[in-house]
């Protein structure tokens, strides 16, 4: 169903992926658009490791919205800011790329621990954090991306 990686030797493990999902705070959900466009928007994003969900936050109305109640297969990537290793220009990079259906969350306990997640993840500070629970959170719709096939690399640049 799903396409083998063709630079095979480039491949992350599992447990590599996981990492960048875990550790990077941004990526591209793509969903399939207006007239069969896909739509690619920057999000940020929480990887939970207790169910290998990854969750987001929107608004309750859009485009992207519209795009996941009409088709809800999607694509998430996300790369980190690379590294380079001592004496060389070019930039290594390691990227994933989550396959899967993405649905709405309704469960307000859960849209909470999503919310808290996801300020946890820029910030410590717990006024902010109580700040968003109590005005945003009741505009925002969560999201939860239950993945069917992930995969990742690390390019080289050079």
Not at 62 to 82: Q, R, T
């Amino acid at each position: 169903m799903f396409r083998k990686m063709r630079r095979f030797k480039q491949q992350l493990g599992e447990d590599e992926c996981r990492k960048v999902l875990r550790e990077q705070k941004r990526g591209v959900l793509s969903v399939l658009g207006d007239d069969g466009y896909p739509y690619g928007i920057p999000m940020n994003h929480w990887y939970s490791e207790t169910d290998g969900v990854i969750y987001f936050h929107s608004a309750k109305a859009g485009h992207k919205l519209d795009a996941i109640k009409a088709y809800d297969k999607v694509s998430f990537c996300v790369h980190d800011e690379g590294y380079r290793n001592p004496g060389e220009w070019a930039l290594n990079i390691k990227s994933v790329v989550v396959f899967g259906r993405i649905k709405l969350v309704a469960d307000e306990d859960k849209a909470r621990e999503i919310g808290t997640a996801l300020v946890r993840k820029f910030t410590d500070d717990e006024a902010y954090l109580e700040k968003e629970l109590k005005h945003a959170l009741p505009r925002v719709q969560c999201l939860a991306l239950v993945p069917e096939h992930m995969t990742g690399k690390l390019v080289n640049e050079s």
